[in-house]
């Protein structure tokens, strides 16, 4: 025998579960009715951290802080220069133009002198060269003028000494040497000065022209 299922049975069974769906549909709808709230308007003033009530994420947003301003002294490097001394600098007067022609080149260095070239002495002239006054006028001034040395006057030195020299045109005296060694060097010395310190003579003259002249002269010392 074949049993039959009845309709009802069925419906009955399917009646429960209904129920429990429907009562979980209306408990949501009344839930969702109590947390539903209006959206608070951002007004932007303020930074607003989002929960999500299920899952219980927080997200906050960060703001960066401005970048610190360069210190003063960092600053004073790129501070324009005061207007007082931008007026100063535009006010200098400009440099006078530079003279386009060139200064004149150095005079050349001196160079080395010539030594002026004497003329020849003469040892013969046609007039002899001559002491003012003559032989006797030159024997007579040294007798005057000698001056005996001491020492050669202690030893008892006596003796004639020959002395060269040189009469120019103008009857000065130079180039005055002694000629043989002389006696001793006191007397010698003495000679010199003698025909150093004589006034000037008369030059010596070639074809009636005064000329450079030597002269030789012997100077008698003798002790009375």
Request: net charge negative; aromatic share 6%.
């Amino acid at each position: 025998m074949e049993l039959k299922k009845s309709e009802e049975a069925n419906n009955e069974r399917l009646r429960y579960p209904m129920i429990f769906v429907g009562m979980l549909f209306t408990g949501s709808l009344v839930l969702a009715s109590f947390t539903y709230s209006t959206p608070a308007e951002d007004k932007g003033d303020s930074l607003i951290a989002v929960r999500d009530s299920d899952s219980g994420f927080e997200e906050e947003v960060k703001v960066e802080e401005p970048p610190e301003t360069p210190p003063e002294e960092q600053q004073a490097d790129i501070t324009p220069p005061p207007q007082e001394d931008i007026k100063e600098k535009e006010t200098e007067p400009e440099p006078p133009p530079r003279d386009p022609t060139p200064p004149p080149p150095p005079p050349p260095p001196p160079g080395p002198t010539q030594p002026v070239k004497k003329a020849e002495i003469v040892d013969f002239p046609d007039v002899e060269a001559a002491f003012p006054g003559g032989a006797a006028a030159m024997k007579k001034w040294i007798q005057e003028n000698v001056q005996y040395p001491e020492i050669s006057r202690e030893l008892g030195d006596q003796g004639r000494v020959y002395v060269t020299f040189v009469v120019e045109p103008d009857g000065s005296i130079t180039g005055i040497d002694v000629m043989r060694g002389g006696v001793t060097p006191e007397l010698n010395r003495e000679a010199k000065r003698l025909v150093r310190n004589m006034p000037k003579w008369a030059p010596g003259e070639v074809k009636g022209k005064a000329v450079r002249a030597r002269c030789r002269l012997p100077i008698t010392f003798t002790l009375q």
